[in-house]
């Protein structure tokens, strides 16, 4: 069965650092999103991606943040100057169009210290 | 404005009781409903979705929801639960619109208990 793959599973970086989220989209989906969950809170949509730009983004998402597909198959969520407050859970996701289910990956854990 | 409720917070539950897990939402437009499963740990699993036709639509794990449009309601039952069920589950709507993004709600911890 087809899957969203994400990596690392886990990446512990310094604050102030610049990190960069990879994501491996199931392959025919064409709607890309990147999702945050802080700790014991709920999932907060961050960006929608499709047709190569930014289709929709939350508050969230400032000029700290920045998304690219660099390839035909790779989707990057890149943190410059990581914050304490950075540190979550993050969940890419992709589906094949509005009205369909949004298939998750594992989630990479960012914690920064 | 569009917002997604789960107003239980924790449902503690006894194993091979009935559980059901409540899920509003506020929307003028047309919506497409969801339930997630997040296991300690592990990422988002889809149990069961509303998209269109049937309002009572079936999920995996034995799990089934009911679409009610004029409560605004999604909730979500089991008929019988098992320990395995105990993990956090979450209501997510996509409000239509061109990106299909997802509106969380904050989340229900089911505690099975022997």
């Known amino acids: 069965e087809p899957e969203v793959t994400q990596t690392p599973s886990h990446q512990v970086t310094q604050m102030g650092q610049e990190v960069i989220l990879r994501c491996v989209p199931i392959s025919n989906h064409l709607y890309f999103y990147w999702y945050r969950q802080i700790l014991g809170q709920k999932v907060e949509f961050l960006v929608s991606?499709?047709?190569?730009?930014?289709?929709?983004k939350s508050e969230i998402f400032d000029d700290q943040f920045s998304v690219e597909r660099p390839d035909g198959s790779n989707f990057t969520l890149k943190i410059r100057s990581t914050k304490l407050e950075d540190s979550a859970m993050y969940f890419c996701a992709s589906s094949t169009g509005p009205g369909t289910e949004a298939f998750f990956g594992q989630g990479t854990r960012l914690t920064v210290v | 404005a569009q917002s997604v409720t789960q107003l239980d917070s924790q449902v503690p539950v006894f194993e091979e009781a009935p559980v059901e897990l409540r899920c509003n939402y506020s929307s003028s437009v047309s919506v497409y409903l969801f339930w997630y499963v997040q296991y300690p740990n592990q990422g988002l699993q889809l149990l069961l979705k509303?998209?269109?036709?049937?309002?009572l639509v079936k999920g995996i794990n034995g799990f089934e929801a009911e679409f009610n449009k004029s409560q605004t309601s999604f909730h979500l039952r089991k008929p019988s639960v098992h320990i395995s069920d105990t993990a956090e589950y979450f209501c997510?709507?996509?409000?239509?619109?061109?990106?299909?993004?997802?509106?969380f709600g904050t989340g229900t911890l089911l505690a099975v208990q022997p």
């Open positions: 997510a709507v996509s409000f239509g619109g061109a990106t299909n993004k997802l509106i």
């Open positions: 509303y998209l269109s036709g049937s309002t």
């Open positions: 991606f499709y047709n190569n730009e930014i289709s929709e």
